[in-house]
């Protein structure tokens, strides 16, 4: 049957539901438990914009003959709206995304180079899998529509969307980093890759760094320059800091076509969690954690395991700690939640070993019966659990040595709540560190840096404590999901009012 085209399209990896598997093997869509998250975020754009749609991908043994229907219709607290599932075999999907996508892409766009992998990368793949989303994208976005795609295992499909629907209005978004022309440029396919995020009309990013750096890139390889910035606002570009820019480009015109650059950080769902950190439930589990801390003080760290968000270091600097003051044992406890990437991955699995033998001989060396200075999580906590471990903790270290943004340490901000206290331990290189004003900025690349962040951490008085929360919290409302979601749909609406472009870039 004929479906009614949609006027907004997001293009992302994931599926919006979760799905469950009933006792009598069919399978129940769910709506995802937690608001919090990329694919709540999403969503919450979506439904302001109405009829919308959203292009996943889903496996199938036999893509020619999926055992699902490729197009559904869902609705859910979000709105009425279609998904459409694209059959990819695991074969696909370990090409595309786990070897092309983690294994080259994801360690240049953290600044990882020794960690660049080319030789198993099956480039036919990576564009098969690209065009088969633009291809789902043209099939269902309406003449006036916007096609919004996210993140960088996506990075051909405004390309090959651009061929297959001239006139429709694209934008990207990046979750990641967005490195230098000198790291970019190690990939191969630089220039494929670039000519086709300049088919976009909006590219996004999180901060101007990155956006910096994209039309570097651009001017690196193509006859893109940059025709418009401004200059950052004061609170998005701390003096000083290893990821400021004193300007912000706007525009970027290649090929007689106007590119916008957007700089609009993702933020969290700041009155979902503050509500939820106010609970009974929470309180409760706030009790029995400090009952169980007793005297000593909480060190919270909680990531991803994966070799740029700095566990290792992080153990580390606790050793030190333990060897430099011995007078903390007992004192002080290091929480470290490392949830467990695919440990089919070589990378991944080594990073997950390290920390496992860091953190046994950490235990091993300085425990005692009664007291484990590192307890480590390497499963998902549930968000209600998470939040009453960020309210009793009295310190919260996050310390990547290269990361997009990081929701972690403004959701720490959030749940400890208007009359808590408590320090937080911020990367240079993570980029909410230009957002964030109140945290202890630290080089995690630097033991010194690491040591002395540590140290003023516990040592910090209650009333200095306070005040600083009180400005991250400040930051952490200022640059809230709602403030993000305004602004996306702003930028819809400005694309959708401006000409069709003349001219197709190839």
């Excluded at 953290?110 to 080319?118: A, S």
Aim: charged content about 25%; overall charge negative.
């Amino acid at each position: 049957m004929s479906r009614q085209k949609s006027d907004l399209v997001v293009v992302y990896h994931r599926q919006p539901y979760e799905e469950h598997v009933r006792e009598d093997g069919t399978v129940e869509l769910r709506e995802n438990r937690s608001p919090n998250g990329v694919v709540p975020t999403l969503k919450g754009v979506m439904g302001k914009m109405g009829n919308g749609a959203w292009v996943a991908w889903k496996h199938a043994e036999d893509p020619s003959n999926p055992e699902f229907e490729r197009v559904i219709d869902i609705e859910d607290s979000y709105g009425s709206y279609k998904v459409s599932r694209l059959p990819l075999t695991p074969a696909q999907v370990s090409s595309f995304y786990h070897v092309t996508s983690k294994e080259a892409f994801w360690p240049i766009l953290h600044g990882f180079k020794e960690r660049y992998n080319y030789d198993p990368v099956d480039w036919p793949t990576f564009r098969e899998v690209n065009w088969a989303f633009a291809e789902a994208a043209a099939n269902i976005v309406s003449d006036e529509g916007v096609v919004w795609i996210h993140d960088y295992n996506l990075w051909l499909v405004p390309g090959y969307l651009r061929q297959l629907k001239p006139q429709a209005k694209i934008a990207f978004f990046h979750h990641t980093p967005f490195p230098s022309a000198d790291m970019f440029n190690v990939l191969p396919w630089r220039e494929e890759i670039i000519r086709s995020l300049l088919a976009c009309d909006s590219v996004g990013f999180h901060i101007p760094r990155y956006a910096q750096n994209f039309t570097s890139v651009a001017h690196s390889l193509t006859s893109a320059r940059t025709v418009q910035d401004h200059r950052t606002e004061e609170n998005m570009t701390p003096r000083g800091a290893a990821l400021s820019e004193r300007f912000t480009p706007d525009t970027m015109i290649y090929k007689g076509r106007k590119v916008h650059v957007e700089t609009n950080p993702v933020g969290v769902n700041y009155d979902y969690l503050e509500e939820l950190s106010e609970g009974e439930e929470v309180a409760e589990k706030v009790q029995a954690i400090r009952d169980w801390m007793g005297d000593g003080q909480l060190v919270l760290s909680v990531s991803r395991t994966d070799y740029t968000k700095g566990n290792i270091e992080q153990l580390e600097a606790f050793e030190r700690l333990l060897i430099r003051r011995p007078e903390l044992k007992g004192q002080v406890r290091l929480m470290l939640v490392s949830v467990g990437a695919n440990r089919n991955m070589t990378a991944y699995e080594e990073v997950q070993t390290k920390i496992e033998e860091l953190t046994g001989r950490i235990n091993g060396t300085h425990g005692t019966f009664e007291w484990q200075p590192v307890s480590l999580i390497s499963t998902a906590i549930p968000l209600a659990e998470l939040v009453s471990y960020y309210r009793a903790a009295d310190v919260c270290s996050i310390t990547p040595l290269a990361d997009g943004l990081n929701l972690v340490a403004a959701e720490y901000c959030v749940a400890k709540g208007h009359e808590k206290d408590g320090a937080l331990i911020l990367s240079e290189f993570a980029g909410c560190a230009v957002l964030l004003n109140g945290a202890i900025p630290v080089n995690p690349f630097s033991h010194a840096s690491m040591d002395r962040a540590l140290d003023q951490a516990l040592a910090m008085s209650p009333e200095e404590k306070r005040a600083r929360m009180k400005e991250l919290r400040t930051s952490a409302k200022r640059w809230n999901i709602t403030q993000w979601r305004e602004a996306t749909t702003g930028l819809f609406t400005t694309l959708r009012e401006e000409p069709a472009v003349e001219e197709t870039i190839t």
